[in-house]
C-alpha cells in the first residue's frame, strides 16, 4: 500500500487551510452556531451546553461583526480581542431588545436572537461589507507603521464596549418590564358580550381568562363585584397558577335591581411571599329593564278597552 507522502498536507492541515480562507470562516460561523443551538436545545445544562454555549455568545457574535467592520489591517489577536468585546455587547444589546419588546427573553428567544444575528451579519459581510474588500484573501496585513496606534484603537473600541455593555445591563436588571398576563372577559360561550341590554331578574354568567404570563408560579386573586344603586356585593376567587398556565373562572350575577349595573373585575397578583399588587380592572356596564308582568299589563290597559262581565252580581 502506498503511504503518502510527507510532502503532502494532510485532512487536519486542509481543513486549517480551508478556515483560513474568507469563505471557511464563513462556513465555520455559520456551521458553529448551528450546532450550538441545537446542542443548547437538546442538552440545556450539559458539558456540552457550555462548551457550545459560551463561544455562541462571547466569541461568535462579535467575530462576525469583526469580519465585517474590524478584519483589515488587524493582526489576529487583536481580532480576538475586539470579537471578545463586540460580543459581550451584543448579547447585553439583544437581551435589551427582547426583554422590551412582546417577544419577551427566555432561552428559546436567546439562542434564536443569536443565530438570527449572527448569519445575518455572515450575509452582510459576503454580499455587501465583505472582510477581503481592497486586499488579497492571501495578503498578510501591513503594521509596520505606528503599531501603538493600532493597540490603543483596539483598547478604546474594547474599553467602549465594556461600558455600554454594562450601561446596558444595568437598564436590564433595574428596569420594570411590561407583563404579559393575559386578563379577559367573555361571555359563557367564550364570545364577546355584543347585547348589554338585559331583563330584570335574570342571571348573567361571565367567564373571566386568565394566562400567568410572569416569570414563574404566581398567585393570583380575582375579585368580582357588582354595583348599582349604592349596593355592593363581592367575591373572591383565588388560585395559584404555574407560567404560562390558564385559568377559566364562570361567575353567575343576579341581575337586580333594574337600572344601569355595572361588574367590576379586579385582579391581584402575588409573588411568593411579597405583598400582592393590583394588576389590573375590567368592567361592563349593562342596562337591566324591568320586568314585564301580567298585571302590570293589565293595569297599563285602557280603561275602554276593559271587556263588560256577563256575572249579573256585577252592576
Not at 487551510?17 to 445544562?45: D, H, K, M
Not at 404555574?242 to 343576579?254: G, M, P, V
Request: glycine content about 6%.
Amino acid at each position: 500500500m502506498k503511504k503518502p507522502s510527507k510532502s503532502e498536507p494532510d485532512w487536519l492541515e486542509r481543513f486549517v487551510s480551508y478556515l483560513e480562507t474568507q469563505n471557511g470562516q464563513r462556513v465555520a460561523i455559520c456551521a458553529f452556531s448551528i450546532v450550538a443551538v441545537i446542542v443548547l436545545a437538546a442538552l440545556p445544562g450539559g458539558v456540552l451546553a457550555y462548551v457550545f454555549g459560551i463561544p455562541f455568545m462571547f466569541f461568535i457574535p462579535g467575530f462576525a461583526v469583526v469580519r465585517m467592520f474590524f478584519w483589515k489591517d488587524n493582526t489576529p489577536e487583536a481580532r480576538f480581542v475586539l470579537s471578545l468585546g463586540i460580543s459581550i455587547l451584543v448579547v447585553v444589546m439583544l437581551g435589551l431588545l427582547l426583554v422590551l419588546t412582546p417577544i419577551g427573553l427566555d432561552q428559546n428567544t436567546t439562542r434564536a436572537s443569536l443565530i438570527v444575528f449572527s448569519l445575518a451579519a455572515v450575509a452582510s459581510e459576503t454580499f455587501w461589507l465583505r472582510a477581503d474588500r481592497g486586499v488579497s484573501e492571501r495578503q498578510a496585513p501591513q503594521r509596520t507603521a505606528k503599531p501603538m496606534v493600532l493597540d490603543l484603537v483596539v483598547i478604546a473600541m474594547l474599553a467602549t464596549a465594556l461600558v455600554v455593555s454594562a450601561i446596558s445591563l444595568g437598564l436590564i436588571v433595574t428596569a420594570k418590564y411590561p407583563s404579559r398576563t393575559y386578563f379577559a372577559v367573555t361571555d359563557a360561550s367564550g364570545h364577546v358580550l355584543a347585547n348589554t341590554t338585559l331583563v330584570e331578574g335574570a342571571n348573567l354568567t361571565l367567564v373571566v381568562h386568565i394566562k400567568n404570563g410572569e416569570d414563574g408560579q404566581r398567585n393570583f386573586t380575582l375579585v368580582s363585584y357588582k354595583i348599582s344603586s349604592g349596593s355592593y356585593t363581592a367575591q373572591n376567587f383565588s388560585r395559584t397558577l404555574n407560567k404560562n398556565e390558564l385559568w377559566d373562572q364562570a361567575i353567575s350575577f343576579n341581575l337586580t335591581p333594574a337600572g344601569y349595573l355595572r361588574v367590576d373585575f379586579d385582579l391581584y397578583i402575588q409573588k411568593g411571599s411579597e405583598l400582592p399588587y393590583h394588576y389590573g380592572n375590567l368592567h361592563i356596564w349593562l342596562v337591566v329593564n324591568p320586568a314585564v308582568t301580567y298585571s302590570s299589563k293589565v293595569s297599563s290597559a285602557p280603561a275602554d278597552s276593559m271587556v263588560p262581565s256577563s256575572d249579573p252580581l256585577i252592576a
